[in-house]
């Protein structure tokens, strides 16, 4: 009888290992799949082979043996590949979540090219005292096309050697160690017939040290308990930061305001207080992009769409940037490109935060010299292409610190820049909105010289024009008018008092929902009403609702809240709001409300909106092609420009 015992037990093990592995729940992970065909694959490999060896020294039925020995070395050169598989998808695919779909299918097709060889080229086989011997073109092919995937192993796991030590190489090292035993094996005794055993001992490594169910949801626990502490590191990090970020201005104002308070010098009394304002708009501008950056990372951030003037939204941030220049010799050049749409539709409120925060770090790290501020497009037949660039000659950027530039809360030169204002937040909001908006955000600087930004933005046209709205500054009175302002806490009604006594309001105020429904209920009238949100036992969404119910009310109310949310507006409106302010007060804002509420007009943006669904954004992300189309055109523009400046002198 012939020498089964070792592919009988390489049967009986694969049998084991198939039962095993389907007998449990498993994760459905790429690498499981594969492994699952491995196993398969393995047990027909062992019992095919044990059939060979028994007609072999049964029958010796040449057909059949030749027959049963394509799929055997079908089984080699399929169970090889996958092996290979295997280490290239730890190796590449599952780390860097690439696909290689096409060299996939190339190898599929290389495996099939290779099995239709071997089952029509042929074979020599010797069978002489129970030692069988193969030799001829089929097995040539199946050995090159196993050595082939078998080399391929090795260079994987070469181009990661930085992972060598994983616990996923371990049946690799098994499968390079079993090679030189199994070639010392058949030197020593051909008879012994090893393969299957030890293709199969494989297996059962891979099972035990990685594929188990229960190693493997070991390793998926590890990795969300490391992705836990990881979260709770940066929550931790961020608030700490961010407390130290509030700590810095809100010092500034306890402290110059005990000062105030205790000053009877007009001249230091109005200095301070300008110290006050100032440190309030910065403690602001952290809490707001504090919210922004919370609200990007949450997923919460809203494209909010509608129709604009470019140019007049260049223009404005221009005025903006010399305002914030002041006294600094600095000289602001603008260039917007002759052939920008007079209106266009996306989100003007980012597009301004955008250009706002590259303007006003291009102002804050230039001390003299010049500031470009240049748009340029080209307009698409559906969509219009911005490139936004603007440069400085200002302390530039070293290279190394290039990278840390768009984290949130990391400033260049953190020592260096500490007696400039910042809060490390601006460029991380700004790449996050530009990439919101499919857009591209790129940075080009030169230390000591000076920095470029450039972004790149797509927005659509608008199907009704925007005309350029005439801003009018003369002063509003509303001498006639009587508003109530409602709030249980009485700063917040001083400040909102001083706020609308600039529009000669007659002022009441009440401190809780009750108190303004009873002042409702005995006939006091008012113009309009400002609301607060949070009230204790009755909020300013149910005060309003009591409101509604008495008869004959009709009184505009304007909800007043801290909870500056994006996309909160509609939702008061939806509620019965007729509008909303958010604290605190922005004197532009408030000026559209009350014109809303009081003279009925309302602002020619919303009218002129497209009928479209604004939560329907489609991002048309900027493609590298279309970066270079827009530097092709500005670079023939900024020909064309000199050319016409030489042909002038
Ligand atoms: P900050 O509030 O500190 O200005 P930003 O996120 O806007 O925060 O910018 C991050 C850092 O990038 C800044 O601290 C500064 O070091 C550097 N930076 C940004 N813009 C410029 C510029 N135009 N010139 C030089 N450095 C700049």
């Given at each position: 009888?012939?020498?089964?015992?070792?592919?009988?037990?390489?049967?009986?093990?694969?049998?084991?290992?198939?039962?095993l592995?389907?007998?449990?729940?498993?994760?459905?992970?790429?690498?499981?799949?594969?492994?699952?065909?491995?196993i398969?694959?393995?047990?027909?490999?062992?019992?095919?082979?044990?059939?060979?060896?028994?007609?072999a020294?049964?029958?010796?039925?040449m057909?059949?043996i030749?027959?049963?020995?394509?799929?055997?070395?079908?089984?080699?050169?399929?169970?090889?590949?996958?092996?290979?598989?295997?280490?290239?998808?730890?190796?590449?695919?599952?780390?860097?979540?690439y696909?290689?779909?096409?060299?996939?299918?190339?190898?599929?097709v290389?495996?099939t090219?290779?099995?239709v060889?071997?089952?029509?080229?042929?074979?020599n086989i010797?069978?002489?005292?129970?030692?069988?011997?193969?030799?001829?073109?089929?097995?040539?092919?199946t050995?090159?096309?196993?050595?082939?995937w078998?080399?391929?192993?090795?260079?994987v796991?070469?181009?990661?050697?930085?992972?060598?030590?994983?616990?996923?190489?371990?049946?690799?090292?098994?499968?390079?160690?079993?090679a030189?035993?199994?070639?010392?094996?058949?030197?020593?005794?051909?008879?012994?017939?090893?393969?299957p055993?030890?293709?199969t001992f494989?297996?059962?490594?891979?099972?035990?040290?990685?594929?188990?169910p229960?190693?493997?949801?070991?390793?998926e626990?590890?990795?969300?308990?490391?992705m836990?502490?990881?979260?709770n590191?940066?929550k931790?990090?961020?608030?700490?930061?961010?407390?130290?970020?509030?700590?810095?201005?809100l010092?500034?104002?306890?402290?110059?305001?005990?000062?105030?308070?205790?000053?009877?010098?007009?001249?230091?009394?109005?200095?301070?207080a300008?110290?006050?304002?100032?440190?309030?708009?910065?403690l602001?501008?952290?809490?707001?992009?504090i919210?922004?950056?919370?609200?990007?990372e949450?997923?919460?951030m809203?494209?909010?769409?509608?129709?604009?003037?470019?140019?007049?939204?260049?223009?404005?941030?221009?005025?903006?940037?010399?305002?914030?220049?002041g006294?600094?010799?600095?000289?602001?050049?603008?260039?917007?490109a002759?052939?920008?749409?007079?209106?266009?539709?996306g989100?003007k409120g980012?597009?301004?935060?955008?250009?706002?925060?590259?303007?006003?770090?291009a102002?804050?790290?230039?001390?003299?010299?010049?500031?470009?501020?240049?748009?340029?497009?080209?307009?698409e037949?559906?969509?219009?292409?911005?490139?936004?660039?603007?440069?400085?000659t200002?302390?530039?950027?070293?290279?190394?610190?290039?990278?840390?530039?768009?984290?949130?809360?990391?400033r260049?030169?953190?020592d260096?820049?500490?007696?400039?204002?910042?809060?490390?937040?601006?460029l991380?909001?700004?790449?996050?909105?530009?990439?919101?908006?499919?857009g591209?955000?790129?940075?080009?600087?030169?230390?000591?010289?000076?920095?470029?930004?450039t972004?790149?933005?797509?927005?659509?046209?608008?199907?009704?024009?925007e005309k350029?709205?005439?801003?009018?500054d003369?002063?509003?009175?509303?001498?006639d008018?009587?508003?109530?302002?409602?709030?249980?806490?009485?700063?917040?009604?001083?400040?909102?008092?001083k706020?609308?006594s600039?529009?000669?309001?007659?002022?009441?105020s009440?401190?809780?929902?009750?108190s303004a429904i009873?002042?409702?209920?005995?006939?006091?009238?008012?113009?309009?009403?400002?609301?607060?949100?949070?009230?204790?036992?009755?909020?300013?969404?149910e005060?309003?609702?009591?409101l509604?119910?008495?008869?004959?009310?009709?009184?505009p109310i304007?909800?007043?809240?801290?909870?500056?949310?994006?996309?909160?507006?509609?939702?008061?409106?939806?509620?019965?709001?007729?509008?909303?302010?958010?604290?605190?007060?922005n004197?532009?804002?408030?000026?559209?409300?009350?014109?809303?509420?009081?003279?009925?007009?309302?602002e020619?943006?919303e009218?002129s909106?497209?009928?479209?669904?604004?939560?329907?954004?489609?991002?048309?992300p900027?493609?590298?092609?279309d970066?270079?189309?827009?530097?092709?055109?500005l670079?023939?523009?900024?020909?064309?420009?000199?050319?016409?400046?030489?042909?002038?002198n």
């Amino acid at each position: 009888m012939p020498n089964l015992y070792l592919p009988g037990a390489s049967i009986l093990l694969s049998l084991f290992l198939v039962i095993l592995f389907f007998s449990r729940k498993r994760q459905k992970n790429k690498d499981t799949k594969i492994f699952q065909f491995m196993i398969v694959i393995q047990l027909l490999e062992s019992i095919v082979e044990t059939i060979i060896y028994y007609i072999a020294y049964t029958s010796n039925n040449m057909f059949f043996i030749i027959f049963l020995n394509n799929f055997v070395c079908s089984f080699y050169v399929l169970w090889v590949w996958l092996f290979y598989r295997y280490l290239f998808y730890i190796a590449y695919e599952n780390k860097h979540k690439y696909k290689f779909k096409k060299l996939e299918k190339f190898e599929f097709v290389l495996n099939t090219i290779a099995i239709v060889i071997i089952f029509l080229s042929p074979i020599n086989i010797m069978n002489e005292n129970g030692v069988m011997y193969s030799y001829g073109m089929k097995p040539n092919v199946t050995y090159i096309i196993c050595a082939i995937w078998f080399l391929c192993s090795i260079i994987v796991t070469l181009t990661n050697i930085k992972n060598l030590n994983n616990k996923k190489y371990i049946p690799l090292w098994t499968l390079l160690s079993l090679a030189g035993i199994i070639f010392a094996i058949r030197t020593i005794d051909p008879s012994i017939i090893i393969i299957p055993f030890a293709l199969t001992f494989i297996n059962l490594v891979m099972y035990f040290t990685i594929e188990n169910p229960d190693v493997k949801m070991i390793n998926e626990l590890e990795l969300a308990k490391n992705m836990a502490e990881k979260a709770n590191r940066a929550k931790s990090d961020f608030l700490s930061s961010m407390s130290h970020e509030i700590r810095t201005p809100l010092n500034a104002i306890v402290g110059l305001s005990e000062c105030i308070k205790n000053s009877d010098d007009i001249e230091e009394i109005h200095e301070d207080a300008n110290d006050v304002v100032m440190a309030s708009n910065n403690l602001l501008e952290i809490v707001n992009g504090i919210l922004d950056i919370s609200k990007i990372e949450a997923d919460k951030m809203e494209i909010i769409e509608s129709n604009y003037n470019p140019i007049e939204v260049f223009k404005e941030l221009t005025t903006i940037t010399e305002t914030r220049i002041g006294e600094k010799e600095i000289d602001l050049r603008c260039n917007f490109a002759e052939d920008l749409p007079n209106t266009l539709y996306g989100d003007k409120g980012k597009l301004k935060q955008i250009i706002t925060n590259m303007l006003s770090n291009a102002v804050k790290y230039t001390e003299k010299g010049h500031i470009d501020f240049n748009v340029n497009c080209i307009n698409e037949k559906d969509k219009c292409k911005l490139q936004i660039i603007i440069s400085d000659t200002g302390k530039g950027i070293k290279p190394e610190q290039m990278d840390k530039i768009f984290n949130k809360f990391e400033r260049a030169e953190e020592d260096k820049n500490s007696t400039i204002e910042g809060t490390g937040l601006g460029l991380a909001i700004t790449k996050s909105l530009v990439e919101m908006m499919g857009g591209k955000i790129l940075v080009h600087s030169t230390y000591g010289q000076g920095s470029k930004f450039t972004v790149f933005l797509e927005q659509k046209y608008s199907k009704v024009e925007e005309k350029a709205k005439v801003v009018k500054d003369e002063k509003i009175s509303y001498s006639d008018k009587k508003v109530l302002i409602v709030d249980d806490n009485k700063l917040n009604i001083k400040v909102a008092s001083k706020v609308l006594s600039e529009f000669e309001f007659n002022i009441d105020s009440a401190d809780s929902g009750f108190s303004a429904i009873e002042k409702i209920e005995n006939n006091e009238h008012y113009d309009i009403i400002f609301m607060d949100i949070m009230m204790p036992k009755l909020s300013g969404v149910e005060t309003l609702k009591k409101l509604k119910e008495i008869d004959n009310f009709n009184t505009p109310i304007v909800a007043l809240t801290a909870d500056a949310m994006e996309g909160k507006s509609t939702k008061y409106i939806e509620v019965g709001f007729n509008d909303y302010l958010s604290k605190p007060i922005n004197k532009q804002e408030l000026k559209r409300v009350l014109n809303k509420c009081l003279n009925g007009n309302i602002e020619i943006e919303e009218e002129s909106t497209p009928k479209e669904d604004p939560h329907i954004h489609r991002v048309i992300p900027i493609t590298d092609e279309d970066i270079e189309m827009l530097n092709k055109k500005l670079t023939e523009d900024l020909a064309r420009v000199k050319k016409q400046e030489k042909k002038d002198n």
